[in-house]
């Protein structure tokens, strides 16, 4: 398995960005997909998923209408486009792969993740 993202950057606040990450390795129609973020000095936290092929999302709470989860299996990657960006959602930002077919509100440290791709909102 290999996830590689991009599109980080550093942004003003109010911004936007957009994330990818491409997947090989494995069979990307398959499993459902998830974004976890890293932010400095702070464990890992749950940020959204998809499901492997019904388009069905999930999203943490607070960041639903800013965020936006998409996939597309044809070409082996996932997105993450982040609008109205804010300083607290500054984080490193890692895609992970499921092992599971429906996407659901969690993340598990054993799940294959990328290296992850740094956002920074300041102004």
């Known amino acids: 398995v290999q996830l590689v993202e991009s599109g980080g950057g550093l942004v003003q606040p109010g911004g936007s960005l957009r994330l990818s990450c491409a997947a090989s390795?494995?069979?990307?129609?398959?499993?459902?997909m998830t974004w976890v973020r890293q932010a400095p000095g702070k464990g890992l936290e749950w940020v959204s998923g998809i499901s492997a092929r019904d388009g069905a999302t999930s999203y943490q709470e607070s960041l639903r209408g800013r965020f936006t989860i998409s996939r597309d299996n044809a070409k082996n990657t996932l997105y993450l486009q982040m609008n109205n960006l804010k300083p607290e959602d500054t984080a490193v930002y890692f895609c992970?792969?499921?092992?599971?077919?429906?996407?659901?509100?969690?993340?598990?440290?054993?799940?294959?993740r990328g290296q992850g791709t740094q956002v920074t909102v300041s102004s």
């Open positions: 992970a792969k499921s092992e599971w077919v429906l996407v659901s509100q969690t993340y598990r440290t054993n799940w294959p």
């Open positions: 390795g494995f069979v990307f129609s398959d499993y459902a």
